[in-house]
């Protein structure tokens, strides 16, 4: 089992800046990949980034890329959304994953956090 808890959501205005950060407990940490997925009201899940175990290869949605980096810190056994130029659209509830698959790393595994707010206001 893992467990995750994301924080750092708030309340930003476009063009704002937001970091979002995933606390795992897994003993397995730093040995797996890392994801964030959103979901906006009415709409499906998407995926947003995601990160090798070793950090060494990193994947965004083309929504977001340029403006968020995906990093991670396994001594802390924490991963961030560093979130720039942030647009209404990114409105949602922002969601971390532990072992998410795929060539990009883009298809979410079971374990995920409770979420996170983040609501940017035009």
């Known amino acids: 089992q893992v467990q995750l808890v994301e924080s750092g959501g708030g309340l930003v205005q476009a063009g704002g800046s937001l970091r979002l950060s995933c606390a795992a407990s897994g003993r397995s940490f730093s040995s797996i990949a890392m994801g964030w997925f959103r979901r906006a009201s009415g709409k499906e899940r998407e995926f947003v980034a995601s990160i090798s175990w070793n950090g060494g290869s990193t994947y965004y949605a083309e929504s977001v890329k340029g403006r968020f980096t995906i990093s991670r810190d396994n001594a802390k056994n924490t991963v961030y959304l560093q979130m720039n130029s942030l647009k209404p659209s990114d409105t949602a509830v922002y969601y971390c994953?532990?072992?998410?698959?795929?060539?990009?790393?883009?298809?979410?595994?079971?374990?995920w956090g409770q979420g996170t707010q983040v609501t940017v206001s035009s």
């Open positions: 994953n532990a072992n998410p698959s795929g060539p990009r790393l883009q298809f979410p595994n079971k374990y």
